[in-house]
């Protein structure tokens, strides 16, 4: 029985934790895009003036 | 679809798609030898598990899933990501045991380093993201 648990926890875990970190890397795209966007608006307001 | 298309979708997804072919092959060669996880003995009882044809037909429908996505590159349902999942699930499976496989007969196989580095091309794949690589990239270099 201890075997087909190491398979199955083997089994799940890999995808359990690769979609943990995409998960945690498209909320930090998110807000690196929004960081990126506030940044350029504000270069190019000051560049306007 | 055209086939310019095509030859482009395959251009784009081949990782995805040579991974496929490659799983696809090794569940062809658990067919065709059968029980290799019962011999040579000793036997771990759940490990024969995946001999059985069963097992080997959804191994074979995740390597399908992935080579039509790889040539159509379709999107609905969040399919790549399925795809990914369901890779890494089955070949992180097979890699545990024919870890334990090698650590009862006190060796190392090929079949251990052959899904190991499968696993290891999935799980690099699955996390690349040059979306944010790219964003980090432009943020230095507005900071600069």
């Given at each position: 029985?201890?075997?087909?648990?190491?398979?199955a926890i083997a089994g799940l875990?890999?995808?359990?934790i690769v979609a943990i970190i995409n998960g945690s890397n498209e909320r930090k795209l998110?807000?690196?895009?929004?960081?990126?966007?506030?940044?350029e608006d504000k270069e190019k307001d000051e560049d306007d003036n | 679809m055209s086939e310019e298309k095509f030859r482009h979708n395959f251009d784009k997804n081949?990782?995805?798609?040579?991974?496929?072919i490659e799983l696809l092959a090794m569940s062809i060669y658990f067919i065709i030898t059968r029980r290799y996880f019962e011999y040579p003995p000793p036997t771990r009882d759940y490990l024969t598990i995946l001999d059985n044809q069963l097992v080997q037909v959804f191994v074979i429908?995740?390597?399908?899933?992935?080579?039509?996505?790889?040539l159509f590159d379709f999107h609905q349902l969040?399919?790549?990501?399925?795809?990914?999942?369901l890779m890494l699930f089955t070949l992180a499976a097979y890699t545990a045991a024919f870890i334990l496989r090698d650590y009862d007969l006190n060796r190392i196989s090929l079949g251990a380093i052959f899904t190991g580095i499968l696993l290891a091309r999935i799980i690099h794949e699955t996390l690349r993201n040059p979306e944010l690589i790219d964003v980090k990239r432009r943020l230095k270099h507005l900071k600069k």
């Open positions: 029985m201890s075997d087909a648990v190491i398979i875990a890999a995808p359990v998110l807000r690196l895009k929004e960081e990126l966007k506030e940044k | 081949r990782t995805w798609f040579w991974t496929s429908g995740v390597a399908v899933f992935g080579l039509v996505w790889s969040h399919a790549h990501r399925y795809l990914a999942w």
